[in-house]
């Protein structure tokens, strides 16, 4: 029984092997009942070794800054050795396969926009499976949007030909314009605490924006911004800027690769609702003759958080009558690094508990709704471990989802205790401290609440 298995084991191997490992010189059959069954290699002895060639088609806004043709060189392959030289047909594919699916959405050149050497007509040689199938395309400056140029080869005669079908190959040239700017919003923390008639922003009233470029811009031009609505989709429950807050100006963008251009924010009185604004800006490319042109990709959405502050640190404590530690929860992300959330209620601040570098959470659960006086952080003050929180800000919620920024950046100091207090009526269940850890770590070792 066993010899009858290893027969049966080595028959398959083969079996297995064989269906690998195709010859392209072999001219038998290629459909044997139990050892063989698939495609005749010699039917599709055509090929382009490459069937996506992309060209980026340089831009600075609508103004082209590369040459008007291009020559591409695309490779043919064949699949076997020939016996004696045989041709092939190269032409422009109007009918190509991927036009209707992954190119439906670009424009196909044109015909008069592709040259050809010797009308398309290539030969292979009997010691060559490889020829370089040269492919100039003309009127790239014009070529605005994305462009695909289809090209198909065909087998053109006897020993390239399928015995059965003509097998055709394609490959696809796609040429996609591309702004040679690259635009960037620095990082961007603009706030604005209201305050009846004393609303103001919140430290500098200014972003900058990033103009990049691969090389110098030799040309005589400048960059800058402009105010566009249109660029705003409403997300959430985020908010268009008021009209009227931004002052702009233009950057002399000659001889330069890196430039950085400000927007300027003013009129902080025109906020008047908490909540979270966009200011939607777009990049604008200027010639030497001061023609405005706008820098494809170059959206510019400029976050504004305008915060009804209602909290604020102080020197003396919170008034009011401190909230047991039993009739609220605590939940912290990420985790402590040292310590453990329980230590932040045991009325410790000797303990080593350290909040993670970055940003961390605590969110505090007070079980109903409660008027909040004011919260007590507590740190372990250390002169061998020098690690405190930067800053926080407060949050406030009814429902534990949606918050409302109830304060602006608190500055912590490094001392034991952290007072802050409620400058205005605060009725929430949930609050929650942002943390911001710029040390290794944060020292964080007790919280309190108080009614």
Known sequence: ??????????????????????????????????????????????????????????FSADIPLGQDSHAF???????????????????????????????????????????????????????????????????????NKPTVVPIRITPADGELGSPQTVKEDYAYIVITPKDVWEVYLDEADLSVKLDGSNTSYVGTP??????????????????????DNSLFQNEGNKKLAPEGIEVTSKVNAKNQQDIQATVQLQHPEKFTASGEYVLPMRAVYYDKDGNKHYIANGKVLIPINVID??????????????????????????????????????GNTEDYDYLAQGVSNLTIDLKQTENVKGIKLGMFISSMYNYYPEYVK????????????????????????????????????????????????????????FK
Request: glycine content about 4%; some cysteine.
């Open 309 to 346: 502050a209602r909290f604020a640190l102080s020197s003396s404590e919170p008034s009011g009558t401190e909230i047991s530690s039993s009739d609220f929860t605590l939940t912290l992300s990420p985790q402590l690094r040292y310590g453990s959330i329980e230590d932040l209620t045991d």
């Open 394 to 449: 407060v949050y406030g919620s009814t429902d534990g989802t949606n918050w409302t920024p109830m304060s602006d950046k608190l500055n912590l100091n490094q001392v034991t205790w952290n007072n802050i207090n409620a400058t205005k009526t605060v009725n929430v269940r949930y609050l929650k401290i942002e943390f911001h850890v710029s040390d290794a770590f944060g020292s964080l070792t007790e919280v309190k609440v």
């Open 206 to 227: 200014s972003v900058t924006v990033l103009f990049t470029t691969d090389s110098l811009m030799t040309a005589d031009c400048e960059v800058g911004l402009e105010r």
């Open 73 to 143: 060189t695309l490779k043919a392959n064949i699949s076997r050795a020939l016996t004696k030289a045989a041709k092939v047909q190269i032409a422009l594919a109007a009918d190509a396969p991927l036009l209707s699916t992954t190119y439906n959405d670009y424009q196909v050149i044109s015909a008069n926009q592709v040259v050809l050497p010797n009308n398309g007509a290539f030969e292979f040689n009997t010691e060559t499976t490889q020829i370089d199938i040269p492919v100039t395309i003309n009127g790239l400056t014009k070529m």
């Open 1 to 58: 029984m066993k010899r009858y298995i290893y027969i049966i084991a080595l028959a398959f191997a083969a079996t297995t092997f064989t269906s690998c490992s195709h010859d392209y010189n072999y001219d038998g059959e290629y459909d044997i009942p139990g050892y063989f069954h698939g495609s005749d290699p010699r039917n599709n002895l055509v090929h382009f070794s490459t069937n996506v060639v992309k060209y980026d088609n340089p």
